[in-house]
């Protein structure tokens, strides 16, 4: 190679000042990065920042560790609990380059929170500061960051069930229709309440163990509900809602106490979020943007609470720590998108459900596959455990619902008479009623001793259409 591309690399500026070392730092490498014009917050530092900081330090987003604000250049200026982020003209001396140069503790982002600033960020954010902190003019960290989204009117032919809920003491269901929530009793299929999410379809419903709380999630946010008499399912009370959620919450699931909800989404093909909240006040715990590659379908908490379980259309299944959101384990072996996930009643066991035709179970504690189930023609979309049965329960694309032994993979039942493509599934608590909703809007109920199906409820006859 010629001389000129070896003097044409980048020069990696590296300071090893002796208190840097003295803390068992490794500061990361300054490479320089020039430009011709000033260094603009807005466009040159800010998009930093919200990659790889404003997760953790967002007040508009309901999280601002150590009291500090990234969302802008005053808000820096200003600090936190520590003291000013910045000392404008001087880098060496700011909190914020220190810490994310990883020449002071604690280094940020945290190592096991997220991906430090690489050389060349670094030294954006270095010239920034030395050449005064200017907060500029040319755009605002909210055009930055977000676009103004208007969602059109919903088709009144779109009555997709796509969640579907079964209340724990096995009386009533909640079920996404088209942009609603439906309630309807177990035993005929009557309708007895109908809450509106009009913000986007339902794409996700969870009910709380005590069956008072309802989750929806749509788009951008995830609506909540309490019911105002324990002894009337008609009267619903709209709760603060949950959120911002990137894009759409696809996946949300209540910890067993009844007390936190998690929250799964993520841009399609970028970033799979995952997310922790407090019920009672609907404050945010953690945030962790980019658990997975892509968006993430289905969550569900370890019979202990301890973990929550995230399948995701990167392929992958993860078990993360309740408390922190930190990956445990990582599953790998479908050739799809991951659907569905689900624990076995003592959480020795997993089982996700996957667009590649295929159901698989995984042993826990060893990270290993036991067992494929195959016989689906086309997406599984849902799988639950049957309590205490040793059982399975799956939906398909191939408008049919299987009852699987989960010990060898022996399809035990097979539920038949839906019209459509099943999107969702649940099973009560005793295990006797499978529930599922169709793309036609159908939701049906089946006897799982008898394989009958006992109840079609048919599809909204007017289906809510305003969204804002």
């Given at each position: 190679m010629s001389l000129a591309f070896f003097l044409s690399l980048p020069i990696a500026i590296i300071s090893w000042d002796e208190a840097t070392a003295e803390k068992g730092l490794v500061p990361i490498a300054i490479v320089e990065v020039k430009k011709d014009e000033?260094?603009?917050?807005?466009?040159?530092?800010?998009?930093?920042?919200?990659?790889?900081?404003?997760?953790?330090?967002?007040?508009?987003?309901?999280?601002?560790?150590?009291?500090?604000?990234?969302l802008t250049a005053e808000s820096i200026s200003k600090g936190g609990k520590h003291g000013a982020g910045i000392v404008a003209g001087k880098s060496d001396?700011?909190?914020?380059?220190?810490?994310?140069?990883?020449?002071?503790?604690?280094?940020?982002?945290?190592?096991?929170?997220?991906?430090?600033?690489?050389?060349?960020?670094?030294?954006?954010?270095?010239?920034?500061?030395?050449?005064?902190?200017?907060?500029?003019?040319?755009?605002?960290?909210?055009?930055?960051?977000?676009?103004?989204?208007?969602?059109?009117?919903?088709?009144?032919?779109?009555q997709a069930v796509e969640a579907i809920d079964i209340a724990p003491d096995g009386k009533w269901l909640a079920a996404g229709r088209a942009n609603q929530v439906v309630i309807h009793d177990l035993a005929e299929g009557k309708s007895l309440a109908s809450l509106p999410n009009e913000s986007d379809l339902v794409h996700c419903i969870a009910v709380s163990p005590d069956g008072m709380t309802l989750a929806a999630g749509g788009f951008e946010k995830v609506k909540l509900w309490k019911r105002k008499d324990a002894a009337n399912l008609s009267q619903w009370e709209e709760l603060q809602p949950i959120g911002p959620i990137k894009e759409r919450a696809l996946a949300v699931a209540f910890?067993?106490?009844?007390?936190?909800?998690?929250?799964?989404?993520?841009?399609?093909?970028?970033?799979?979020?995952?997310?922790?909240?407090?019920?009672?006040?609907?404050?945010?715990?953690?945030?962790?943007?980019?658990?997975?590659?892509?968006t993430i379908c289905a969550m569900a908490f370890s019979p202990d609470g301890k973990m929550i379980a995230t399948a995701s259309s990167d392929k992958f299944m993860r078990v993360l720590l309740?408390?922190?959101?930190?990956?445990?384990?990582?599953?790998?072996?479908?050739?799809?998108?991951?659907?569905?996930?689900?624990?076995?009643?003592?959480?020795?066991q997993l089982a996700t459900?996957?667009?590649?035709?295929?159901?698989?179970?995984?042993?826990?504690?060893?990270?290993?596959?036991?067992?494929?189930?195959?016989?689906?023609?086309?997406?599984?979309?849902?799988?639950?455990?049957?309590?205490?049965k040793g059982l399975l329960v799956t939906t398909s694309g191939d408008r049919v619902a299987r009852i699987i032994k989960a010990d060898n993979g022996q399809v035990v039942r097979v539920l038949q008479g839906a019209k459509d493509?099943?999107?969702?599934?649940?099973?009560?608590?005793?295990?006797?009623?499978?529930?599922?909703?169709?793309?036609?809007?159908?939701?049906?109920?089946?006897?799982?001793?008898?394989?009958?199906?006992?109840?079609?409820?048919?599809?909204?006859?007017?289906?809510?259409?305003?969204?804002?």
């Open positions: 000033p260094i603009v917050f807005d466009m040159h530092v800010y998009p930093i920042l919200e990659a790889k900081c404003t997760t953790c330090h967002d007040r508009e987003g309901g999280l601002a560790e150590g009291g500090i604000d990234l001396e700011s909190l914020l380059f220190k810490l994310a140069s990883h020449r002071d503790k604690p280094i940020m982002p945290p190592a096991d929170e997220g991906e430090a600033l690489t050389g060349e960020e670094l030294s954006l954010l270095k010239q920034w500061i030395d050449q005064g902190a200017k907060p500029g003019e040319n755009l605002s960290p909210a055009s930055t960051s977000k676009k103004s989204v208007t969602l059109g009117t919903l088709s009144p032919h779109i910890s067993p106490d009844g007390q936190l909800l998690a929250v799964g989404g993520g841009v399609p093909s970028a970033t799979g979020e995952a997310s922790v909240w407090r019920v009672a006040d609907q404050s945010q715990i953690w945030i962790k943007p980019e658990v997975h590659s892509d309740t408390e922190n959101g930190n990956v445990v384990k990582s599953f790998e072996g479908h050739t799809g998108h991951v659907l569905s996930v689900g624990w076995n009643a003592d959480g020795k459900a996957s667009a590649d035709h295929a159901a698989k179970l995984w042993n826990f504690e060893s990270g290993e596959q036991e067992r494929t189930l195959e016989g689906h023609s086309k997406e599984i979309t849902c799988i639950r455990y049957l309590p205490n493509y099943l999107l969702s599934c649940d099973v009560s608590a005793d295990g006797n009623t499978v529930a599922a909703g169709g793309q036609n809007g159908e939701i049906y109920l089946w006897n799982v001793d008898d394989g009958a199906l006992r109840v079609t409820i048919p599809a909204l006859q007017t289906p809510t259409v305003s969204q804002n």
